[in-house]
């Protein structure tokens, strides 16, 4: 079991910045490949990025590629969605989520945190 809890967002404005952060409790941090998603109001989950055990390999969704970065700090048990040229399309429930390697379902989801982007 983990438990995941999502901060630091917020609102700003076009073309701002935002750090979101989710720290993890419970079993090992490095055990989980760690994503995330977001949710706009009246649309499908979708998917940001996600980022291996060691943090070598990344993969984004095509809408945040080259603005969105995700990072981890095993150390920390912590992973972060450093999110850069903001729009107000970007303007969503934020998500991180936790998988075993191999497996396409997440198995653990935080509560989420607003980020609001206003034009």
């Known amino acids: 079991q983990v438990q995941l809890v999502e901060s630091g967002g917020g609102l700003v404005q076009a073309g701002g910045s935002l750090r979101l952060s989710c720290a993890a409790s419970g079993r090992t941090f490095s055990s989980y490949v760690m994503g995330w998603f977001r949710q706009a109001p009246g649309k499908e989950r979708e998917f940001v990025a996600d980022i291996s055990r060691s943090g070598g390999n990344t993969n984004y969704g095509d809408s945040v590629k080259g603005r969105f970065t995700i990072s981890r700090d095993n150390a920390k048990n912590t992973v972060y969605l450093e999110m850069k040229s903001l729009k107000p399309e970007d303007t969503a429930v934020y998500y991180c989520?936790?998988?075993?390697?191999?497996?396409?379902?997440?198995?653990?989801w935080g509560q989420g945190t607003q980020v609001t982007v206003s034009s």
């Open positions: 989520a936790a998988r075993f390697p191999g497996y396409s379902d997440y198995d653990y």
